[in-house]
């Protein structure tokens, strides 16, 4: 039971803190409150109430329920609106909350007159609720309160301009129907909110896992297409910017496996994109591990030559901070192929790492440990003797 009341405080105080501190913004809640409302869902909402409000008014113009003309004319005025809405939102789907909003808003003024009019109509009291539920669930919670005070106020509204007074029993009951739809559209509203909070992110997990490597947190060969063809086309569009591509190979690595066994290969390739994050820190820089100990790096708006310093500082970097196994330095170096960006070439993501690839090679026939370019092939002196079974 303490539970459930300390469950209920808190989402009290939730759906309160935007009225209480309207200055502050919720940009989370927001968001997700702001995914069931979309458009379509909107417009059959309002084409449904509209028709409602057509055949109620004509109910109320035959004489029938105890509504009179002025009922029919107030609800026909009601479904002018409701339809207009819907109309305007087929045309301009940018104003789906603002009107959606506004509708719930005149739904609950217009329906408050109707209940305090005749206190035998009991059957609006039903209805007044829907608009308080419908601005929980669909818009949030600032809109739900919103709609909760003015129907409740409403009544009270209607006296003070001069209107009948609502009897103890039709008040008791309009008041008990209006909190009650309030409780529980907040009750569902903050439920179907939880659920697209986990939803989206098991969602947000599932992609990020489809695109990264689990070991590295790298991205994965699908993420490279992916992020690779995007700058890829940003770079083909403007012929001044250049692009480099480079692949990364781990030397002896093989060997570190073999000798130290797998838990120690794996924190060599944590280790070495640790060390790359740390040289290529730009946001737009795409590091992906392309299986083993091999990796892509894409460095946009890049000069080769510059390209090939930054390489260069990262194999000297990694001899310089040698991973370490059980209390012993890995012997670790890296042979690196890359290639610039020619836009008569390369018109896949493809041909400009096959190209870079050509370069690794290089660096393996060259014995290794080097950083190969069309600029130079430049190599790194090992901190350790590369055992004797590589050499």
């Not at 919720?26 to 702001?34: F, G, Q, T």
């Not at 087929?90 to 005749?118: C, E, H, I, K, Q």
């Not at 820190?281 to 930054?310: C, K, Q, V, W």
């Not at 890995?330 to 896949?348: F, M, N, Q, V, Y």
Request: aromatic letters at 6%; proline letters at 5%; charged letters at 20%.
């Amino acid at each position: 039971m303490k539970a459930l009341i300390d469950t209920l405080r808190e989402q009290l105080g939730r759906a309160l803190r935007p009225v209480l501190a309207p200055k502050r913004r919720y940009e989370v809640d927001e968001a997700l409150e702001n995914t069931l409302l979309t458009p379509e869902l909107a417009r059959l909402i309002l084409l449904l109430i509209g028709a409602g409000s057509l055949a109620m008014g004509l109910t109320a113009a035959v004489g029938l329920f105890e509504m009179t003309h002025a009922h029919a004319l107030l609800l026909w005025g009601l479904a002018t609106v409701e339809l207009g809405s819907w109309w305007l939102i087929g045309l301009w789907r940018n104003w789906t909350r603002p009107l959606f909003a506004f509708n719930l808003l005149l739904y609950t003024a217009m329906l408050a007159p109707l209940v305090v009019s005749d206190p035998h109509m009991y059957t609006m009291l039903f209805a007044s609720v829907f608009p308080v539920l419908g601005a929980f669930i669909l818009i949030n919670r600032r809109q739900g309160l919103v709609n909760l005070v003015l129907a409740l106020l409403l009544p009270d509204l209607v006296h003070w301009l001069g209107g009948p007074q609502m009897g103890a029993e039709q008040r008791y009951n309009y008041i008990l129907f209006t909190l009650l739809g309030g409780g529980i559209g907040l009750a569902l509203a903050t439920l179907i909110q939880q659920l697209i909070a986990r939803l989206s992110e098991q969602v947000m997990r599932l992609a990020h896992l489809a695109t990264h490597d689990p070991l590295t947190g790298a991205l994965n060969r699908k993420g490279l297409e992916e992020h690779g063809a995007v700058m890829l086309s940003t770079h083909l569009r403007k012929a001044n910017m250049p692009m480099t591509a480079a692949i990364i190979d781990l030397d002896f690595f093989k060997q570190v496996n073999d000798t130290w066994g797998h838990e120690a290969g794996d924190v060599a390739l944590k280790h070495l994109v640790n060390l790359i994050h740390q040289r290529f820190r730009r946001r737009s820089d795409i590091l992906a591990r392309m299986g083993g100990d091999e990796f892509a790096l894409l460095l946009p708006n890049t000069p080769l030559a510059h390209a090939h310093e930054l390489l260069v500082a990262l194999s000297r970097t990694l001899q310089d901070n040698l991973p370490e196994y059980e209390g012993e330095r890995l012997p670790l170096a890296l042979s690196i192929g890359a290639a610039a960006l020619d836009r008569a070439r390369h018109r896949e993501l493809d041909d400009l790492l096959r190209d870079a690839d050509q370069w690794v090679y290089q660096a393996k026939q060259a014995g290794r440990s080097h950083v190969c370019s069309p600029v130079d092939c430049t190599a790194i002196p090992t901190a350790f003797e590369p055992p004797a079974s590589a050499r």
